[in-house]
């Protein structure tokens, strides 16, 4: 399995996840939007940053910390 693959099977789960559980989420897509444009320069911003706020929008993720990255795993 390659990552781009891993990503896009997430990405295809988190539009469901929000289509059908959470409805309308204009707001909080541009929060987390404009959280991840932050990001992108922030040095500070970490792991559990992204969670956190991938959570707002996808209460359902249960995320598990390894302390291994995706490159690691395989």
């Known amino acids: 399995v390659n990552e781009l ?11 469901y996840e929000l289509v059908l559980h959470r409805g309308d989420l204009q707001a909080e897509l541009e929060d ?7 990001a992108r320069t922030d040095r500070n911003v970490t792991k ?3 969670v956190r706020e991938i959570r707002k929008l ?4 249960q ?10 795993k395989m």
Request: proline share 3%.
């Open 32 to 38: 987390f939007l404009a959280f991840a444009r932050r």
């Open 63 to 72: 995320h598990y910390e390894t302390g291994k990255n995706l490159d690691q």
């Open 5 to 15: 693959f891993l990503v896009r099977r997430y990405a295809a789960k988190l539009q």
């Open 58 to 61: 996808v209460p359902t993720l």
């Open 48 to 50: 559990a940053d992204y």
